[in-house]
């Protein structure tokens, strides 16, 4: 089995490859191919990928490639998970809409809208090699932000796709311990978009234990996701740290205007990694890649590839899927993220109870603005921009609107195909 990682220069990388160590008796991969315009990230990443599978008895073989044509051809799965304008792009997402008093993140607001704008008519691009040249057959799983967003665009154009985030793995793993079972064992009402998540029910062999997480760890739950304890047992569920933006909105405005964007934080740590990768006698997982984020993603993205490739059966997994009337307030092409049976055909959402309104109106809210966010993305134009952030509920001012459209503009210019050379 051939699996492309496009995006495969990104120090999450050695992550990914980790998880497939780890998995070298069930998931059938024997050749990985790291493609990435940057040859000297790809240089370190992909030698060091390989010490990694070696170290760890593995065979696969890791090759590297600047060509997405040769390293999609042939290819069983591609994961996508690249950064169209890099770190670069990302601080600014991160700043620039601080100006107006409105959160400054690379996956929601002003800043999630620039990312989408940059990102979907490259992963349009990518995908349709990937079905030209490996076949209409090959999954895509997409983890490059906004997963949602991203994931929706290649649904619409046809892909064979599923997009992927690591929240609720790190939920899953975390409540697991301190409950004292096994993560195997807990399973997750998870509900809403992607970074716009609630769990609803943490199952442990059938039983609930959300009641007790938040009866005996509302305080360790507050301090680990940012959000007030006595909130969550007013909702009585567990929101995703991202809610935190919406929750909390002008706190946490405060404090970004205050501090170094998280850019500049991930792209010290970056530094310090390829370090570490060019580094020959290094062939086990630095624990400084744990600063980088994307925490379990390798176990997530592992455990997809292989319930999509057939190597596993049927396997429940929370994925970014069509919403098809699991959540009946959303129109059935939304792109949900939910608990899905996962097999060779897909993601089958697995049925939600009626979502409460304290959640279901910011669910509606947010997508309503996705849907205007990929029209921008797709067709471009400013008023499309404008119209996009004027409906984000973190925006939602007309002129505030009108003002970050331009701001977004200029700051991306020579990274949306409309605006280049105009």
Wanted: proline share 5%; glycine share 10%; charged share 20%.
């Amino acid at each position: 089995m051939k699996l492309t990682v496009v995006g495969g220069g990104s120090t999450y990388t050695p992550e990914l490859i980790d998880g497939i160590a780890g998995r070298r008796t069930s998931l059938a991969v024997d050749e990985i191919v790291l493609v990435d315009p940057d040859e000297h990230r790809l240089s370190l990443v992909g030698p060091f990928s390989q010490r990694l599978l070696q170290h760890a008895g593995h065979p696969a073989k890791v090759r590297t490639t600047t060509s997405l044509e040769d390293g999609v051809e042939g290819a069983s799965a591609v994961l996508l998970q690249l950064r169209v304008g890099g770190q670069k792009a990302r601080a600014s997402d991160e700043t620039f809409p601080l100006t107006c008093g409105c959160v400054g993140q690379e996956t929601t607001g002003a800043g999630g809208l620039a990312k989408a704008l940059r990102t979907v008519p490259v992963v349009l691009d990518i995908a349709d090699k990937v079905r030209r040249l490996a076949g209409p057959d090959t999954w895509i799983v997409n983890f490059t932000n906004p997963v949602g967003i991203v994931t929706r665009a290649l649904l619409q154009n046809g892909h064979k796709a599923i997009g992927l985030c690591n929240v609720a793995i790190t939920f899953q793993r975390w409540t697991s311990a301190l409950l004292g079972v096994d993560p195997s064992t807990v399973e997750l009402e998870h509900v809403g978009l992607n970074h716009l998540t609630w769990e609803r029910g943490v199952y442990v062999d059938g039983v609930d234990r959300l009641p007790e997480l938040l009866a005996d760890h509302v305080e360790g739950l507050a301090e680990h996701i940012g959000i007030d304890g006595g909130l969550m047992r007013r909702l009585n569920m567990v929101p995703s740290y991202y809610l935190n933006y919406f929750y909390n909105h002008d706190a946490v405005v405060k404090k970004q205007q205050t501090e170094p964007p998280r850019a500049e934080v991930v792209a010290a740590v970056e530094k310090e990694l390829l370090d570490i990768y060019g580094d020959q006698s290094v062939v086990t997982k630095p624990e400084q890649l744990g600063q980088r984020g994307g925490a379990y993603y390798s176990e997530a993205a592992v455990q997809l590839v292989h319930a999509l490739t057939g190597g596993a059966g049927a396997e429940k997994h929370v994925v970014n899927v069509q919403n098809n009337g699991t959540l009946p307030f959303l129109p059935d092409d939304a792109v949900v993220e939910v608990s899905s049976t996962v097999d060779t055909n897909g993601g089958v959402p697995l049925p939600v109870r009626p979502v409460e309104p304290s959640i279901s109106g910011l669910i509606s809210h947010v997508t309503a603005y996705e849907y205007l966010a990929l029209e921008a993305a797709v067709h471009g134009g400013r008023d499309r921009v404008a119209n996009a952030l004027l409906a984000h509920p973190l925006i939602g001012q007309h002129a505030i609107a009108d003002q970050l459209a331009d701001e977004l503009i200029a700051q991306n210019r020579d990274l949306l195909p409309w605006v280049k050379g105009n």
